[in-house]
């Protein structure tokens, strides 16, 4: 992990992310929705709102906190069509 990329890693989900400046953060996939809580409780903790969502795949446990972040921190989400 290099430059402005970084991985939370809780112990229990380990999502990567791309920091955008001192507050803001775009999340590669954004884990299990029962982990959107403690996610944004270390992303807090580290001074980071989730500003965007960059999902790989339409899977559950890649896209599953996407309305969370949302919904708390205004997120936008991006996927390919296919």
């Known amino acids: 992990i290099k430059g402005n990329t970084h991985v939370i ?14 507050g803001e953060v775009i999340l590669l996939d954004s ?5 959107g809580e403690e996610l944004r409780r270390v992303l807090g ?7 965007g ?8 446990d890649h ?6 972040f949302r ?3 205004g997120a936008v989400t991006a996927m390919s069509e296919a």
């Not at 890693?9 to 001192?22: A, K, S």
């Not at 884990?31 to 982990?35: A, L, T």
Request: charged share 20%; glycine share 10%.
């Open 31 to 35: 884990g299990w929705n029962k982990d």
């Open 9 to 22: 890693d809780t112990g229990i989900v380990t999502i990567p992310f791309y920091r955008l400046n001192d």
């Open 45 to 51: 903790e580290m001074g980071f709102t989730v500003k």
């Open 53 to 60: 969502i960059l999902n790989s795949h339409a899977h559950p």
């Open 63 to 68: 896209m599953g906190n996407n309305q969370y």
């Open 71 to 73: 919904e708390m921190d």
